[in-house]
């Protein structure tokens, strides 16, 4: 069995977002729920950041296997995700191995 993998993130809105409506924003965040359900992802928090710094929402997922991670990304691009956000995440296994 693979070994889950950790994804911590944190987003900052791109300008493209902002040009969207509401309801056209309320469709795409549904829509990206599609492909995690499909692979195997799980959002384990999403919390909005209590500074004024660049990053204006952090969380963490959990993937079943390093196999998803790439995958993942892929259905990001083909959504045009990196218009709408920019960005960074750190990817990791629990400490200590199992």
Known sequence: MAEPVYEFWRVSLEE??????????????????????KLGVRLITQCSALSSGKWLLWGVMEYPGIEAVPQMTELLYQMNHFRYFETESMLGTKWPPS
């Open 16 to 37: 493209a977002w902002y040009q969207l409506s509401e309801e056209e924003q309320q469709e795409y965040s549904a829509k990206v729920e599609a492909p995690r359900e």
